[in-house]
């Protein structure tokens, strides 16, 4: 990618972390926060699919707490294992983006069905952590019908959701 093209993507990533922390300052409706969340990564992004995790009570499952491009019935209902096989799990332990280029090839963790239904090919699981490094859940982005080429332009988006985190907080604290 030419400098000048890389300049304008990054420029682009801060103006979608800018609008997201706007929105997160303002609003009072979590629900609304990470669905936008997941809108401007996919934006960001450049692919049809995101979504949000949220380890629920115990840490022993995630629920798809919001999402974009996804079959109706995920967002709101699937629910997955947080276990060591869990690409979820496995980016939380790790404490930072983990990449999978192509499912097929992924050996480090199990893939859900929902996922290989909708013909993902590549996947990236950022870790959202609160204050004082407890883990919130994840957030996800993939891409159909193509991999992703360089860990890059993952990385250069992994402080979104990252960040996300404290913001987070500031709106659940809000009773939503």
């Known amino acids: 990618m030419p400098h000048r093209d890389l300049l304008e993507t990054m420029l682009k990533r801060q103006e979608v972390l800018a609008d997201f922390a706007d929105l997160a300052l303002q609003s009072e409706d979590l629900d609304e926060v990470l669905q936008e969340a997941c809108r401007l990564v996919a934006k960001a992004m450049g692919t049809e699919r995101a979504k949000v995790l949220e380890m629920e009570a115990g840490d022993e499952s995630l629920l798809v707490r919001a999402g974009v491009g996804w079959a109706a019935g995920v967002v709101g209902h699937v629910r997955l294992p947080m276990d060591e096989h869990s690409s979820e799990a496995f980016a939380i332990n790790a404490g930072e983006p983990v990449i999978t ?12 069905r929902f996922m290989k239904d909708a013909s993902i090919v590549a996947l990236v699981n950022v870790p959202i952590f609160l204050p004082r490094q407890r883990p919130m859940g994840s957030c996800r982005w993939t891409t159909p019908g193509r991999g992703i080429s360089t860990s890059t332009t993952v990385r250069s988006c992994a402080p979104m959701p990252a960040s996300w985190g404290p913001s987070l907080i500031d709106c659940s604290s809000l009773g939503t």
């Open 101 to 112: 280029p192509d499912i097929a090839h992924e050996e480090r963790f199990d893939v859900p």
